[in-house]
């Protein structure tokens, strides 16, 4: 009884939590963006480049957590996205630019497909069928650009343009005024207001589709019978299938749905963060969308949180001459570090607040000692940043009990 | 009694034609029937596609091939190794590029003289795999993380790192920067093989050292059994007075030393500079897993299959004058991973339902026979 009735109190104390240093985070991001004089840090434009940034992490995230709670592991995510790409460009160009999104859909789920077949039905290795997804996948979509392109007007044989994308939508008051409060340099309003610019700005549709399948995901896992028996696969699916689901046809299902959603990414790269069709367009999104999965707990809320972050580091590095600007975000994770270690050492963890502690300082001396950082830096962030996570809060980190294991129907006994 | 002898070795050999080289065979065959579906659904020239691949190989070719098949053997070792003991090394491919990158700035340094350079930048090229291979290791020790995705990690900060260095620290060549150039006196003479051909990289031999190297380690020492065992079983291994996490760092160690050594042939044989993209190969670390998935971790295994993916690497050069993009190949090298591990879990199947009815059958007649 007393479990029951404290759960409430306690997800409420956790959310309020979660608010505080929501908040607390936007005051430091708008101090330094102040005390360093980066005004660039916030602008409408930049936040733009990271949600742009961000949503092919996101949609790669979420395709990996749809696999790894019904427990397959799926590190093709790499390949079934570059799948997509082709299939978006492909589709886009013959038929317009909501076909071309429904190839990638497809292309995507195929290479899903392939996944589900040599883990579910053979039971090979997730890690390995997934490594042989990515180089097949970086071959087959070499292999059709060539094919398929080359001869079109606007064409080559590794790279296609000049097909229909998604438009793009601004929100005529809220944009003009958002930008002209953005631009007031205002403490923390500004700031706000930068973030409010820049998600209502030259926004396409499918970012808003990728935003929404978050509340989707975490509707129809979470709230729904469907879901709830999707999760039990991935959690003890000799358990479930006592009760008589069939882990199969949920684990299939989720596989395909991984799939599709990495091919959505797919799309997205294709046809939002830019307007043309490269071969190895991907270039590692897949892997940090893996990682942004881990980092958010395996979570469709953490998800979204940690590609924003991501998306964020991937974003400045797009930026020109951005030395200075990424020299204050040192001091920025410094900061936030500092935070965090207070919070653990507090907490009673004493050596990990130390060491994150010390960490920060180290941050902070490379902050004070140069003027700028080399922009190759930047390019490294997401990686470093999971790493550290990874070393930091994996004890705290839990994945599906099941997930990664194989399964064979009729173990249960 | 010799006679039953005879038939025992009979059934043995008869269980390894069907259990292990009956897969192979028919997984290489059914990626190459599933590549040319590919190229004949796509409308591609089928005809032309079969006849180049399967063509022989021009002298400069089989040269070609030989010295792919050497790196892609030494990366798959690092992989095997690991494999062997149940952990999953990705992060080859990164660590390969530092020791890459490390091994050639020592080597441009010219710190040492003549030909004593080329052994201690192996020993540099080595370590340098070692430091970046045990950052996962300790990781995955201490932390409990992932080396998967660590490596995945760690892979791609390796490439931006050496990125780096190289730029900040190498010399500018054209449009882009190397590191320095090795001295003449430091680049080891090759093997001859035909006359109208350039020579075998000398340091192919690295290739087969560490396989001698490898089935000896596993097959005949105690660390090599301690090995196996900890990949069957870490609570089997604990029980035995194995401590796993020790051997985690130890294997490790040593794979990203095998690794570290994978490009030496290269730049010792031919590039004699390190620079991305031109001065360099990338991607030898995910064909080395795939070979060592296709060899099974042995080091025959492992010879022949590097020597295939090189073979098919090479003869997609020329897929181009017959109208086939040559990226179809890496269609093949995914499929053939996949088929692999599919045939033998099939394989494995078949054995365990064969040796069910065998035993039912010969418990048949005492089971009748018993009183009820």
Redesign the interface.
């Known amino acids: 009884m007393t479990i029951l009735a404290s759960a409430p109190s306690a997800i409420r104390q956790y959310r309020h939590l979660t608010l505080v240093l929501a908040l607390a985070a936007i005051v430091t991001v708008s101090l330094v963006r102040v005390f360093t004089d980066q005004s660039r840090m916030t602008t409408p434009g930049t936040l733009r480049l990271a949600l742009i940034a961000a949503c092919p992490i996101l949609l790669a995230g979420l395709g990996g957590l749809w696999a790894e709670r019904a427990g397959i592991v799926n590190i093709g995510l790499e390949g079934q996205m570059l799948l997509g790409t082709w299939g978006a460009a492909f589709f886009a160009y013959h038929f317009g630019a909501w076909v071309g999104v429904l190839g990638a859909l497809l292309m995507g789920a195929l290479g899903g497909l392939l996944h589900a077949v040599a883990t579910i039905t053979f039971g090979v290795d997730h890690i390995i069928s997934g490594v042989a997804i990515n180089i097949a996948g970086l071959g087959a979509v070499g292999y059709l650009a060539q094919t398929f392109f080359t001869d079109l007007d606007g064409g080559g044989p590794r790279n296609l343009s000049g097909y229909a994308v998604p438009t793009e939508v601004t929100i005529p008051g809220i944009s003009d005024g958002a930008r002209w409060v953005s631009e007031q340099r205002w403490f923390l309003i500004s700031d706000v207001a930068a973030a409010v610019a820049g998600v209502t700005t030259r926004l396409s549709l499918l970012t808003i589709l990728a935003v929404a399948l978050v509340a989707v995901t975490a509707w129809v896992l979470w709230r729904t019978p469907f879901g709830l028996r999707l999760r039990s696969c991935g959690e003890n699916p000799q358990a479930a299938e006592t009760l008589g689901v069939n882990v199969y046809r949920y684990k299939y299902i989720a596989v395909l749905i991984s799939g599709a959603f990495a091919g959505l990414g797919g799309a997205y790269l294709a046809m939002v963060a830019s307007s043309s069709f490269t071969t190895g367009q991907t270039n590692g999104r897949g892997y940090i969308g893996l990682a942004s999965m881990i980092f958010g707990n395996w979570n469709p809320t953490g998800v979204l949180a940690s590609s924003l972050m991501f998306g964020y580091a991937d974003g400045v590095s797009l930026l020109s001459d951005n030395g200075p600007l990424v020299h204050a975000l040192l001091l920025l994770l410094s900061l936030i570090l500092l935070g965090y270690a207070a919070l653990k050492y507090v907490g009673g963890e004493r050596v990990t607040g130390l060491v994150v502690a010390l960490i920060a300082v180290a941050l902070l001396v490379w902050y004070l000692a140069v003027d700028s950082v080399p922009s190759d830096f930047t390019g490294m962030t997401p990686y470093v940043l999971t790493l550290f996570v990874l070393a930091v809060a994996s004890q705290r980190l839990r994945m599906p009990a099941a997930s990664g294991k194989s399964y064979r129907r009729g173990q249960a006994g | 009694m010799s006679g039953q002898r005879n038939g025992q070795v009979g059934r043995r050999i008869t269980q390894a034609v069907t259990y292990s080289i009956l897969p192979t065979v028919v997984a290489i065959v059914a990626a190459l029937v599933a590549t040319s579906i590919?190229v004949w659904a796509?409308?591609?020239p089928i005809g032309g596609f079969v006849d180049t691949m399967l063509s022989v190989p021009s002298h400069r070719d089989t040269i070609i091939i030989v010295n792919q098949a050497s790196m892609i053997a030494l990366s798959a070792f690092a992989a095997a190794i690991c494999f062997r003991m149940g952990l999953?090394n990705?992060g080859v491919e990164g660590q390969y590029i530092v020791g890459a990158c490390a091994g050639a700035f020592f080597a441009g340094a010219g710190i040492v003289p003549g030909p004593l350079n080329i052994l201690a930048t192996l020993v540099v090229a080595m370590f340098a795999g070692v430091v970046w291979a045990m950052?996962a290791a300790i990781?995955n020790v201490t932390?409990?993380?992932s080396e998967?995705?660590?490596a995945?990690?760690?892979n791609?900060?390796a490439l931006?790192?050496a990125?780096?260095l190289v730029?900040?620290y190498g010399e500018r060549s054209g449009y882009t920067f190397t590191t320095p150039k090795i001295a003449p006196s430091s680049q080891p003479l090759g093997f001859g093989l035909f006359a109208d051909a350039p020579d075998i990289w000398a340091l192919a031999i690295l290739a087969v050292i560490v396989g001698i190297g490898y089935a000896f380690l596993l097959g005949w020492t105690r660390f090599g059994f301690d090995l196996r065992t900890t990949g069957e079983s870490r609570t089997a291994a604990l029980a035995n007075g194995i401590d796993p996490r020790r051997m985690v760092l130890v294997v490790m160690a040593i794979s990203g030393a095998i690794a570290g050594l994978v490009w030496m042939p290269s730049f010792f044989g031919s590039t004699h500079t390190f620079g991305i993209p031109e001065y360099f190969q990338r991607g030898l670390g995910?064909t080395g897993?795939?070979v060592a998935?296709l060899g099974r971790n042995t080091s025959l295994g492992i010879g022949f299959g590097s020597l295939l993916f090189a073979f098919l690497a090479t003869q997609s050069n020329r897929l181009q004058s017959v109208g086939v993009?040559r990226?179809?190949?890496?269609?093949?090298?995914?499929?053939v991973?996949?088929m692999v591990?599919?045939a033998f879990?099939?394989a494995r199947r078949i054995k365990v339902r064969r040796e069910q009815e065998r035993v039912a059958r010969e418990l048949e007649p005492a089971t009748t026979g018993a009183p009820a």
């Open positions: 590919v796509t409308g591609a999953f990705i950052i990781l932390r409990g993380v998967v995705i660590s995945i990690m760690l791609y900060v931006t790192l990125g780096y730029k900040n995910f897993l795939a998935l993009a990226d179809v190949v890496e269609i093949t090298q995914g499929v991973v996949l591990v599919i879990e099939i």
